[in-house]
Nanobody, 120 residues
């Protein structure tokens, strides 16, 4: 039900836009999140965006990453700027019909992931 796209190789300091296309009208109604899994690391939530459109960013991306919901098209964007090597990894979109939206809750819906590689 979720499909990510936009992953690429990019030079440090560059920018990328990731898209999460949902098959149903959930973007505006669910807790949405972007997770990142670096090589050899656990998957971590880097941003959550609740059903009211209020995003919460992890310390590692705050000020550099932003989200946007295109509810009519059912797309959840992640716009990334000033990328560095630590941003490399697989990025996953997730969704849950939950009032709680802190990244710690269970997510029922996941995309297949899209790869981001940042090189110097």
């Amino acid at each position: 039900q979720l499909r990510e796209s936009g992953g690429d190789s990019v030079q440090a300091g560059g920018r990328l836009e990731l898209r999460c296309q949902a098959s149903d009208y959930i973007v505006g109604r669910f807790c949405m999140a972007w997770f990142r899994q670096a090589p050899g690391e656990k998957r971590e939530a880097i941003v959550t965006d609740d059903r009211y459109g209020r995003p919460t960013y992890s310390d590692s991306v705050r000020g550099r990453f932003t989200t946007e919901k295109e509810n009519a098209m059912n797309i959840f964007f992640l716009r990334m700027e000033n990328l560095n090597a630590e941003d490399s990894g697989i990025y996953y979109c997730a969704a849950e019909a939950s009032w709680t939206c802190d990244g710690q809750q269970h997510f029922s819906y996941w995309g297949q992931g899209t790869q981001v590689a940042v090189f110097s």
